[in-house]
């Protein structure tokens, strides 16, 4: 079995591709800039670096024809490359906030469009996003971000109900705060209020995110569609 995991080099993309490795698929970590830690994690699983910008749409083409090429096949997508942009709403350039879209949203659907056609071909697939708690219930001084996670969310159970009669599943898992780079930007102190905010009263780890891509890539969750599993230690209930 083969899985794409993207933003695979670090964070919660690396655990997943760990994990799905630890499961028994192939695992293709796609990586943007980071080429030395991709292949650092592909040493550790046997698996394949590819690299794409994916706010680049010819570049993600260029990808999923060369894994075609070499594997034939891709029976899992893990949409979790993303970017996160920290200001108020009015603050935040357009360029900057296109460019947020453009990966985040953009880059998503795209790989998705991409590997769709494959997956059809074999009447089976598996296609999980990652998106957010902020994209369930909106953050102040993330306007930006919170409104692409929703798109992700939106996009997930749209095309859950488009493709689940050719026996493709699509979910998202979305996280809470979580132990990755995404949230250096923050300090102590924010992180602290975060994890108190949370009903567990601790970050998460990109493990126990990785988790639950595993359980939905797996068939014990054959019958789950279109669905939002939030990983968030009860950051929203
Ligand atoms: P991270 O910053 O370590 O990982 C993001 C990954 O996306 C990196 O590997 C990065 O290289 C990749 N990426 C960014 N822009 C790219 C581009 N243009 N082309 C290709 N790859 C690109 O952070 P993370 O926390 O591991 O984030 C993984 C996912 O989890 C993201 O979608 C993020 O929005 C989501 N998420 C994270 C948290 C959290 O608290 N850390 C919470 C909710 C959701």
Redesign the pocket.
Known sequence: MIALV????????AAAARRLAADGYTVIV?????LNQAQAVADEIGGTVMQ????DFSQIDRMTDEIIRQFGRIDLLVN?????LNGLFQDISDADAMRLFL??VG?TMHTAKRVLPHMLRAHQGCIIN?????GETGAACEVH?SAA?AAVIGFTKALAKEAGPSGIRVNCV??????????RMHGAETMQALAEETALCRI?T?EE?AAAIAFLASEQAGFITGQVIPVNGGFLI
């Open positions: 993207t933003g695979a080099s670090r964070g919660i993309g796609h990586c943007n800039t980071n794409a910008d994916l706010a979790n490359a993303g970017i996160a990966v985040d880059g990652v998106a957010s708690v902020w971000y996670k979305s996280p809470g705060v979580i132990d990755t780079d995404m949230n998460g990109p995110v």
